[in-house]
Every structure is written in C-alpha cells, then in structure tokens.
C-alpha cells in the first residue's frame, strides 16, 4: 500500500489505477471500515482509503483535539485489506486557507435528527467530502450505513451536483451482541459495553412491531426511550422516517428505517434499523 500525504501524489496514483473506489475515513478503524474496503474492492481495480480528521464536522463542545489518530495501526488494517493507496493529508492540504466556500445540505434533511443536536455538522461533512471526491475523483465512493443521515446527505448532494460518482451504502457491521461497531464504543466502560447492546434490542423490537402491523409510531418511539431512561441511559432521539428523505411517514407503504442516539455515561452512539 502506498501513503501519499499531498494532492498531486494521490492524483498521479489515481491516473494509474484504472477504476477507482475511495473510501474516506477519519481514521481509528474497525471492522465495520475494513468490511467497506473490501466491498470496494469488489468494485473496482483499486481501491483508495482516506484518513482525515476534518476540524469543520466538530462542534464547539465537541473535542477535535481528543479525537483517535491511530495512524500506525490504521495503516496495517487497510494493507490487509487490499487497500491500494491511503490519503493520508494534513490539515495544511486540505485547508491551506480558512475555507470560505462550504456545502450547506437541504435544512429540511439537516434539520432533524443528527442535525438538531449536532449544528453545522453536516455542512463540514459534506464540504470535505466533496473536496475528496474532487482531489481523487473516484468512479465509486462508500459510506456506512450506520451513519443513515450521512449517507442521505452525501447521496443527495453527489446527485444534485452531478457529480460522475456511484454512492454505495455499506450494511452496519456488529458485534455478535449486536451492538454497532463505532470508533465510540473504546470509550465505555466494561459495564456500559454490557449495556450497549441494549439500544440495538429496542431498534429490533419497534422494527419487529412495525413489520407485525403496529403503526402507532408515537407509542413506540417514546416506550423505547422510557426503556432506556430506565437503564440510565439519555436518548436524544428514536425516530421512525422515511428511507428516502428521514421525514415523517405519510404512506403506509412508504420504506421506513427507525433511528436512535442516546448517551450512556459519556459515550453517545448512534444506530438504525431499515425496517
């Protein structure tokens, strides 16, 4: 695996590469990162992972600096996998001046969700985001779907510009308990590892209920945060919505995902279930 760490070497390194698929990252990988890099190398002749923790996703009372870089580590992952290159840039690179010109998503689909408690954070997603397609001009991207309100986003926004790029969503890869894999989950305790598990169980069971007729989408959202405020848990949110757009359902036969975050001590995961 080649590293390149300035724009003209990951270019010259895409010229050469035939079909291309990049999958970007912020570093810290797990398995769920590992299981996209293989997937994308089922689609193309070579596949470039990217490793950037961008500054403007973070909001103010959230630790950029606290962030893992496990760069070494990283490294060998990806090797293993059969990643071809890594973009691996400093902030130098990718902001060599304050940036001025930002992508700022629909409101509707930032809104809500993610975007009610996390301000801003979609605009700096989807502003790097764009700036890495543009820098490797990939001929397919991944994004897990984990992060359902990310992947939304950045499939709009690849779609509204026109860019020449295939969005590919990743399954959400778990532990055998169920719980998501997250760069999040090193952050808790041995007893909340125990209780992690517990958020995917209740997503399990409003799906399980929906798929069973129970539309009472009310009912069973604000029974699974009592669920798991009983548990000493701080659910920001669980959701049912629409695939398409993360809004309300209206149709009965709209595809619908159903979608959580909540705090268990100092760790906030996030989860879904397509239902």
């Known amino acids: 695996m080649q590293i390149h760490t300035t724009i003209d070497s990951i270019r010259r390194a895409r010229a050469r590469s035939g079909r291309v698929a990049l999958v970007p990252t912020m570093g810290n990988l797990h398995d769920g990162h590992i299981t996209l890099m293989r997937q994308a190398g089922d689609r193309a002749d070579a596949v470039i992972a ?52 930002h992508v700022d998503p629909a409101p509707a689909q930032v809104a809500i969700l993610e975007g009610a408690f996390r301000p801003g954070h979609f605009r700096g997603v989807a502003t790097v985001v764009l700036k890495l397609l543009n820098i490797v001009q990939p001929d397919v991207a991944l994004f897990g779907k984990k992060d359902y309100q990310q992947l939304m986003v950045l499939s709009n926004m690849v779609r509204e510009l026109a860019l020449p790029i295939e969005v590919l969503p990743g399954e959400t890869v778990r532990a055998a ?11 808790l305790s041995e007893a909340e590892r125990a209780e992690a598990p517990r958020l995917h169980a209740q997503l399990a ?18 029974d699974a945060m009592a669920e798991l405020e009983a548990h000493a848990w701080q659910p920001d949110y669980i959701a049912v919505r629409r695939r398409s757009d993360l809004q309300p359902p209206v149709q009965p036969d709209d595809p619908l995902v159903v979608l959580a975050a909540a705090r268990l001590g100092r760790t906030r995961l996030i989860d879904n279930l397509e239902i």
């Not at 630790?63 to 990806?78: G, M, S």
């Not at 308990?177 to 952050?187: E, P, Q």
């Open 50 to 101: 990217s490793i950037f923790v961008n500054r403007l996703q973070f909001g103010p009372s959230e630790d950029f600096n606290k962030y893992p870089r496990t760069l070494e580590a990283d490294c060998e992952k990806l090797e293993a996998a059969g990643v071809a290159h890594l973009f691996a840039p400093d902030e130098t690179v990718i902001y060599p001046q304050p940036q001025l010109y």
């Open 177 to 187: 308990d169920g719980l998501a894999l997250s760069s999040r989950n090193g952050y």
């Open 205 to 222: 069971r409003i799906r399980d209920a929906v798929q069973s007729g129970d539309h009472d989408f009310l009912k069973l959202e604000t």
